[in-house]
């Protein structure tokens, strides 16, 4: 029998469910159902949370709460379930109080992103920038990149521009490198004026053979022969041209951005 | 002068800066500047961040640390700067190994949502399927669709599709109300067959007017009354047709997004 774990937020969750993720992926063998449980920012919404906690409790093993409640009053009535309820906001709050020497404000409702802010028409044009951008639509307007990923098919250019300027507010292009850039060992002429702001992914072919293979059975844009030229290719580019690249391969779309968000020491515009 | 806070982390980080966002902004007073350092996974790169953390010590305000870092040593060594040191997973650990009745792993490599996994394809696939069926190109698969968001154009249609398909892997598509939808109120003809995904955004026709003035000056698309006549029609048919809808107007993409997840019930298939 599984056990319940619930995150409870007085916003969207997604802080402390990030956090709640990595701290159950340490107890691996631990058979856990989640409950996400967003927007308690009412007594009268806790109590009928404490409702849900008290069946549970009644039916299975001990749940566990993880929440992220900034109203005192609203947790307490959380914390009578009886439960485990970590909040984990509350845990930090003091010793920062003391080391800023300051004590903390509770009236943080503007949040971060919203879309009266500068943040948010930011956050908004990044994104416009990069599905016109993708993979290589327009070249004209790249002057206005913070930076144009290059690569072969499949390397995984799209997803991480998407995932730069969605939630960093980067405005990220994308440009394929085509059969006859590879060859020629030259960049799309589009680029040459952005040199600075290139930085390549590369993979390994097998797993890009394999990928395009789902999509092409049998083509010879699938076939392992076409894909090792590319690969090779795409990487002796990069290093006769010193542009800044990465092995795709088995990275994350978040390692991917950060490890490009730190190289160019990039200014995140969201957060 | 202002007072610099570390955010330091063994992977990308990603999780201690969300969190560390959400403890700062209990302090808006407090002069902060933020330093990233991702990828702390070694005692050599531990000692050179203490490096610089005894540079700003000696420079400034006392800097405070924000960490996740999982192995011990390695934590050790950034301890050692003598500074505020807080390690957002390490202080939930003891009481979650209490309440589950094992000791945690510190195994965690396999990080989730890496290239390798069914998790990662299903991402893939979900922005793939986002950007094909992005503002209504594509009405032809939308069985596969797990949600459809419809609205007035600059209703915040794209961003949160991109967001919902990107964070968790649910196939999001968008479709733009018309003028003749409107006038009609009755749905685009390919959406009548998809009635119970549909999601409506509306939006406060001040805003949507001041958005369309800015990228179509002086227009009819951007007048105000067109703006106020699209608004009204777009509420009235979400009515009318019981379609779930959420007014947009001050909500961020990740507000929309956990609406949405919530009210559908929907399983995010990525974390």
Redesign the interface.
């Known amino acids: 029998m599984n056990?319940m774990v619930f995150f409870i937020s007085d916003?969207?969750?997604?802080?402390v469910?990030?956090?709640g993720?990595?701290?159950l992926?340490?107890?691996?063998?631990?058979g856990i159902d989640r409950v996400?449980i967003?927007?308690i920012d009412t007594e009268a919404k806790a109590r009928q949370v404490v409702d849900r906690i008290d069946t549970a409790t009644r039916l299975g093993l001990?749940p566990?709460v993880?929440c992220?409640i900034d109203d005192a009053a609203v947790r307490a009535i959380i914390r009578r379930s009886g439960v485990?309820c970590?909040d984990?906001?509350e845990?930090?709050?003091a010793?920062?109080e003391q080391?800023?020497g300051?004590p903390?404000?509770?009236n943080?409702d503007q949040?971060?992103?919203?879309?009266?802010s500068t943040e948010?028409e930011e956050?908004?044009e990044a994104?416009n920038f990069t599905?016109a951008h993708?993979d290589g639509v327009d070249g004209k307007h790249l002057a206005d990149a913070d930076i144009v990923l290059i690569g072969v098919s499949r390397s995984?250019k799209?997803?991480t521009s998407?995932?730069l300027s969605?939630q960093f507010g980067i405005r990220a292009a994308n440009f394929p490198l085509t059969e006859d850039d590879l060859e020629n060992q030259t960049l799309p002429k589009s680029l040459t004026p952005h040199r600075s702001k290139l930085f390549g992914l590369s993979i390994d072919p097998i797993?890009v053979h394999r990928i395009r293979e789902e999509r092409r059975p049998g083509s010879r844009y699938a076939s392992l022969a076409q894909c090792q030229f590319e690969a090779r290719q795409a990487l002796r580019l990069y290093q006769r041209l010193n542009i800044p690249h990465l092995d795709?391969?088995?990275?994350?779309?978040?390692?991917i951005?950060?490890?490009i968000?730190?190289q160019f020491g990039l200014k995140r515009r969201f957060?």
């Open positions: 056990r916003q969207t969750g997604l802080t469910q990030r956090l993720e990595a701290l992926a340490h107890f691996p063998d631990t996400d967003p927007f001990a566990v993880l992220s485990l970590l984990v906001l845990a930090f709050i010793p920062l080391a800023f300051v903390a404000s509770h943080t949040a971060q992103g919203a879309p009266e948010y956050r908004i994104i599905l993708d995984g799209t997803p998407l995932y969605l797993r795709s391969t088995h990275k994350s779309i978040e390692e951005s950060t490890t968000i730190q957060f």
